[in-house]
């Protein structure tokens, strides 16, 4: 079992294939009712977007983060564009978001018809500076008639999309209270943050709608699913509506409105009931995993721990490093092959949206920090069910890479 590990291949030599079986970045844990759950369905036969589990799911959310108000979709992403819509973003609309996140947000709003204006990272926890957006709304956008205009575009600013990115929450403040000085809606994209806390509060309980993701690879999964929840009925209402083909009388089939086929099933409801009983135990072990990386990572030169302000409480959904090329015996690219070669698995940071042939010609505040970050930052295994040997092996190959 416990194999000396070998040397790192000196650099640009070809990596050498592990033996030994390999440690995947975030695998789900699947323990609990999950299987009873989704047998219920199937013998029952409520297996679509209809059913007990999905009224369940809702209310077992909304309970957990203490919403008035959860409606499940079939994604993140398809939260995320009837958040919008609801939120009353209209098309040709700009909306500022981050651009060191997961490409799903910049996709949602161009679905919504409206264009993304990115803002850089900031250097301390990673997220969307909001100093930056902050400027832009206040000093560099006009304010005439009740409506916040971007001068270069002569669009409409239309919301703020707040991406709590990695399992830690953006500084909601600031954005909040530029958001009430232009009526401007801030949308929270807390697909990689359920669990986390923002000065001692859920995230996805300071905007006015909040969106999950119960994607394979998220703290809890549903396989693929999400969630939108908001304190305003009459929203939720709109995002049910949106989501479910804008049925304006279901009995004579009559739509006014182009909706959407956006609901979950019961079948991924009733793995998400069962998955959401173990949640507090899959933050508590993505706490224990992040303390026991900072223990051992810490002085590793070069390397910098993943950031956690005073103010949060991260989920720390994907535990990553950051490599400073100058200090470390090699760079973050270098570091993955050498760790691939040991058989574990690791992911770079995200392309910064603003670099992205997707969304090319979008508007970029700064944008230097989320390419830094980008050629900086690694991922490492971090699944709810990583056992302390293999958290030892990654932890043993990190260190045999990098200790000089
Ligand atoms: C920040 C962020 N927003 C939205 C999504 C989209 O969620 P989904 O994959 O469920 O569509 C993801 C990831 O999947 C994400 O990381």
């Known amino acids: 079992m416990n194999q000396p590990l070998k040397r790192p291949p000196a650099i640009n030599a070809p990596a050498e294939p592990s033996s030994r079986p390999p440690i995947p970045l975030a695998e789900p844990a699947i323990g609990g009712n999950e299987w009873t759950y989704v047998k219920e369905c199937l013998d029952s036969g409520w297996v679509s977007s209809v059913g007990s589990f999905v009224d369940r799911f809702e209310g077992d959310f909304a309970r957990y983060l203490g919403a008035g108000h959860a409606v499940a979709t079939a994604s993140g992403t398809a939260a995320l564009h009837v958040a919008l819509l609801a939120a009353g973003v209209l098309p040709d609309d700009e909306v500022l978001m981050p651009s060191f996140t997961f490409i799903a947000p910049a996709n949602a709003v161009r679905y919504a018809g409206a264009w993304p204006v990115f803002v850089d990272a900031e250097p301390r926890a990673w997220q969307m500076d909001t100093a930056r957006a902050v400027e832009f709304l206040e000093r560099q956008c006009h304010w005439s008639g009740g409506v916040l205009r971007n001068p270069r575009s002569g669009r ?131 706490r224990r995993i992040a303390a026991r990386y900072a223990e051992a990572l810490d002085g590793l030169p070069g390397l910098s721990l993943m950031p956690e302000e005073p103010w949060a409480k991260s989920a720390f959904w994907l535990y990553s490093i950051r490599i400073d090329p100058a200090r470390a015996t090699c760079d973050s690219r270098e570091l993955r092959r050498r760790l691939r070669a040991a058989g574990i698995d690791t992911r770079f940071f995200w392309q910064p949206l603003h670099l992205s042939p997707a969304h090319a010609g979008a508007e970029i505040l700064g944008g230097e920090v989320a390419e830094r970050l980008h050629g900086e930052v690694l991922s490492l295994p971090c699944s709810t069910g990583l056992s302390e040997a293999a958290q030892s092996r990654v932890i043993a190959a990190l260190r045999d890479s990098l200790e000089s």
């Open 156 to 286: 409409r600013i239309g919301a703020i999309l707040a991406v709590h990115v990695l399992g830690h929450p953006v500084d909601l403040d600031p954005l909040l209270a530029a958001a009430a000085k232009f009526d401007l809606p801030v949308i929270e994209d807390a697909a990689e943050s359920l669990g986390a806390t923002y000065r001692g509060r859920h995230v996805g309980r300071f905007g006015r709608l909040a969106c999950f993701s119960f994607n394979g690879n998220k703290v809890m999964t549903t396989g693929g699913g999400g969630m939108v929840t908001t304190e305003d009925a009459a929203l939720a209402e709109r995002v049910r509506y949106l989501t479910t083909t804008a049925k304006d009388d279901a009995d004579e089939g009559i739509h006014e409105h182009v909706g959407f086929n956006y609901r979950l099933t019961n079948i991924q409801a009733a793995m998400g009931c069962a998955q959401l009983e173990q949640l507090e135990e899959f933050l508590f072990a993505k």
